[in-house]
């Protein structure tokens, strides 16, 4: 495989669901990143990681919990979400902490 | 703080014409520049970026950008769009001066090629 991965592409989940996005870039980055887009607004940054280490915390909420085991890897882990979470969640990777970004696909959560 | 305005939330062109869609930013000290596409229900790809150099930037499938420091725009132009252009632009802003280097993207704008 080439270039950033995200599964599922898909996830729908309740309220009190505990569910996992997982991405892996397949590009030798160093940082990886978790956006939020949601209909008529900007990209929102959530979380930014550089060499497994978090540099960058949006003020997102509690619920939403990034993990990087490694370079290649990032998850986001989301626990009781409400349903303005529902979204498309997109993980991106670059060489060094804000060159040149690539995207992976996404992954369209919807809450209920 | 930087900001990235994209004008065109919507854009129609027929098929084979010339296309230009809109992005300004608010500060022009030292930054990076990009375009991104967004295909339905895929990811962002990335267009084309300005990172210092000559200000006409060449990118992917015919798309062209003009770093444009006085007035400080980055407008993307194709002088011919196809049906399979039609898809969501996205402008988006790395503020060197900042020390963060932090992207700020635009709201996007959305091309519709009609036949």
């Known amino acids: 495989e080439t270039g950033v991965t995200q599964t599922p592409r898909h996830l729908v989940m309740g309220m009190t669901n505990k569910k996992s996005l997982k991405c892996e870039q397949h590009l030798g980055h160093n940082a990886m990143y978790w956006y939020k887009q949601s209909a008529k607004k900007p990209l929102e940054l959530m979380f930014v990681y550089s060499l497994e280490e978090r540099v960058e915390n949006n003020s997102v909420p509690s619920r939403f919990s990034p993990e990087c085991p490694n370079s290649s890897h990032l998850f986001l882990h989301l626990h009781t979400l409400q349903p303005e979470d529902s979204a498309l969640y997109l993980c991106?990777?670059?060489?060094?902490?804000?060159?040149?970004?690539?995207f992976g696909p996404g992954t369209r959560l919807l809450v209920l | 703080a930087q900001s990235v305005t994209q004008l065109d939330s919507q854009v129609p062109v027929f098929e084979e014409a010339p296309v230009e869609l809109r992005c300004n930013y608010s500060s022009s000290v030292s930054v990076y520049l990009f375009w991104y596409v967004q295909y339905p229900n895929q990811g962002l790809q990335l267009l084309l970026k300005?990172?210092?150099?000559?200000?006409l930037v060449k990118g992917i499938n015919g798309f062209e950008a003009e770093f444009n420091k006085s007035q400080t725009s980055f407008h993307l132009r194709k002088p011919s769009v196809h049906i399979s252009d039609t898809a969501e632009y996205f402008c988006?802003?790395?503020?060197?001066?900042?020390?963060?280097?932090?992207?700020?993207f635009g709201t996007g704008t959305r091309l519709k090629v009609l036949a």
């Open positions: 991106a990777s670059s060489q060094d902490v804000w060159e040149t970004q690539y």
């Open positions: 300005y990172l210092s150099g000559s200000t």
């Open positions: 988006a802003v790395s503020d060197r001066s900042s020390g963060t280097y932090k992207y700020i």
